[in-house]
């Protein structure tokens, strides 16, 4: 029996109390009610000495099965690791479809070389998707040193999304780059990555929460949606997975 956690099945043994259930259901009803009750559940897992002595390391991001599930307490053991799409060395993470390489225009102030060297980096991890270079702190400085940055990174052949993590501004933009796909955020210490995540969580609960209320039939007036039509840029709905893995060192 196995748990597959790149896909969602699930294969488990009967208890006793399911195999009564089995006789009356049939085996397929009772497979699809055991797939929907434990779908989205988190097990605790330890890998297989195997997998140990052939050096094969488990990553943040990779798909796994998994063997000798126990349900009740939610522990298991990783048999093997699925194929792996990409690694993004540092930090090491599998399957990674976007990065975005986010940097401070002013504490701490951004510098050519680091960017430099983190824009290499993630060009060699050879990721499906373009990388995202996201400049925060656009709050804290001139609108012309945003501008001649965006403008440099622009020639440099990437496109540069100027935000302010603390006050949400451009937060929408990054959503939309990160929307469907498996993310990282690196860049140099205190340039406010945990602060975009948690802006980035913000907007997705409150998005899904006016969705709720539309579908509730709490829409506002035609003048309310008047108003709000200058923020829906920045409302943009995002259900892409996102994985903080915390610093990349700049060394």
Request: charge should be negative; aromatic fraction near 4%.
């Amino acid at each position: 029996p196995s748990y597959h956690g790149g896909d969602g099945a699930s294969e488990a043994p009967a208890t006793a109390t399911e195999s009564g259930v089995e006789e009356i259901l049939g085996g397929e009803a009772l497979g699809e009610a055991a797939e929907e009750s434990r779908e989205g559940v988190e097990l605790l897992c330890v890998t297989r000495q195997v997998l140990k002595k052939l050096k094969r390391s488990v990553l943040v991001g990779d798909f796994v099965e998994v063997t000798s599930v126990d349900w009740t307490l939610g522990h298991g053991v990783v048999k093997s690791v699925l194929p792996r799409e990409s690694i993004f060395q540092t930090p090491a993470v599998a399957n990674v479809q976007v990065a975005i390489l986010m940097f401070s225009l002013k504490d701490p102030p951004i510098e050519k070389h680091q960017v430099n060297r983190f824009l290499v980096a993630a060009e060699a991890a050879q990721l499906p998707e373009r990388v995202v270079v996201v400049l925060n702190k656009r709050d804290l400085v001139p609108e012309e040193v945003t501008s001649e940055w965006v403008d440099r990174l622009k020639t440099w052949g990437y496109v540069a999304i100027p935000i302010s993590a603390n006050e949400g501004q451009g937060v929408g933009q990054v959503c939309e780059s990160l929307e469907g796909k498996l993310g990282v955020i690196v860049g140099p210490s205190g340039v406010g990555k945990s602060s975009l995540i948690n802006a980035i969580n913000t907007q997705s609960a409150a998005t899904a929460a006016d969705s709720s209320s539309a579908e509730n039939g709490l829409d506002g007036t035609a003048d309310d949606a008047e108003e709000e039509g200058e923020e829906e840029e920045e409302e943009i709905a995002w259900d892409g997975a996102l994985l903080d893995v915390g610093e990349v060192s700049a060394r």
